[in-house]
């Protein structure tokens, strides 16, 4: 949930912060709390990689305990973390705190003679020079992976690594511990441009266009690094079948139940609303049997997405849960 929601916000130029919530969210709680807690979060996990993780949990308990109930700022809060650390903060809170800046980090390899060492440097980009952070990498070998850090410094940081094999695969920050601009960010901001015309395209009646934006979106990312197949399949489906294509309909929300998003209670709610309308095609089609067997294994998932109400531009006045429509269609 925090990864796709800040997805939308990470951008390689400078944006006020209010404009990052307003990126995301149309409701103004909703950009606030974009803002202040889920940029935050992934601002602390940076934070992480500069002083480690129990010193910011140590920063954190002693903020805690000192101003509880009292007036507090982030000068305060970076006046403990620099005590505790023995680190002079100040660029870190000027530049994640009080900027609006997203680091871009990126491996570039080095030639080496010697096979079973990874030569390389981590270029930070968007960066002051004094800017530094840990960056974790998990190189690949035919004998297994090597878990590695690099301690960066400004915008260029050499390494040697010693492997027990030729590395066949570098990946940075395997758990996304930094809160950095990467490549299924840039891909989400390319689908969201093009995907942002579907709703009106359908207020409009346009289903054809609509389908060709949602094809396009696909092929954006094929593979599907941003995780967003799965929503833009759904509503492929939705606009097939509002277009009439139900054969095509069919094998779209067969794609929706086949893939996954980054959340899992979204991963859910597309299956179920894609098992909701394979039985509704199916009892357009006059085929019983299969509206019922659809609506039946649909009815197996014990999610709580199951029970989030929604009304669909098709019925805006009828609002209900995927569990509610299986039953109506499984006949119960």
């Known amino acids: ?24 969210f149309r409701e103004p709680w909703e950009v606030a709390h974009a803002t202040l807690y889920q940029r935050g979060l992934l601002v602390w996990r940076t934070l992480e990689t500069v002083i480690d993780r129990e010193r910011v949990d140590r920063a954190l308990r002693e903020y805690y305990k000192r101003f509880a109930g009292k007036r507090a700022s982030i000068a305060d809060f970076r006046k403990i973390c620099e005590g505790i650390s023995g680190r002079d903060l100040a660029w870190f809170f000027e530049y994640f ?13 080095v030639p ?3 096979p079973n060492v990874l030569l390389g440097e ?31 410094r400004g915008g260029v940081t050499p390494f040697s690594l010693n492997l027990p094999a030729p590395a066949t695969q570098v990946t940075l920050d395997p758990d996304r511990r930094l ?3 990467t490549e299924a960010a840039r891909r989400h901001r390319e689908q969201a441009r093009l995907f942002g015309q579907v709703s009106e395209l359908e207020d409009g009646g346009e289903f054809s266009q609509a389908i060709e934006v949602c094809r396009q979106a696909i092929a954006l990312d094929p593979d599907d690094v941003a995780a967003n197949q799965q929503q833009i399949r759904f509503v492929l489906g939705r606009m097939l079948s509002r277009a009439g294509k139900l054969a095509d309909a069919k094998r779209a929300f067969g794609g929706v139940l086949e893939q996954s998003s980054l959340d899992t209670m979204e991963t859910d709610f597309y299956r179920a609303w894609a098992r909701v309308y394979r039985a509704r095609i199916a009892k357009r089609l006059g085929q019983i049997a ?7 294994e649909g009815l197996a998932s014990k999610s709580p997405a199951m029970e989030t109400k929604v009304a669909w531009p098709e019925a805006p006045r009828r609002e209900m849960s995927a569990r509610e429509a299986l039953r109506a269609l499984a006949g119960r």
């Not at 705190?97 to 390899?109: A, K, L, N, Y």
């Not at 530094?132 to 690099?150: D, F, I, L, P, Y």
Request: aromatic residues 4%.
């Open 97 to 109: 705190i009080h900027g609006t800046q997203i680091p871009e980090v990126s491996f570039r390899r």
């Open 290 to 296: 299969a509206t019922r067997e659809e609506a039946k």
């Open 1 to 24: 949930m925090v990864q796709r929601a800040m997805r939308g916000a990470l951008a390689p130029e400078p944006l006020r912060p209010l404009a990052l919530g307003l990126q995301l």
């Open 122 to 152: 981590i270029v930070v980009k968007n960066v002051p020079a004094d800017f530094q952070v840990r960056v974790e990498m998990r190189v690949q070998t035919a004998k297994g992976a090597v878990e590695h850090s690099v301690a960066t």
């Open 112 to 114: 080496s003679d010697a």
């Open 179 to 181: 809160l950095r601009w």
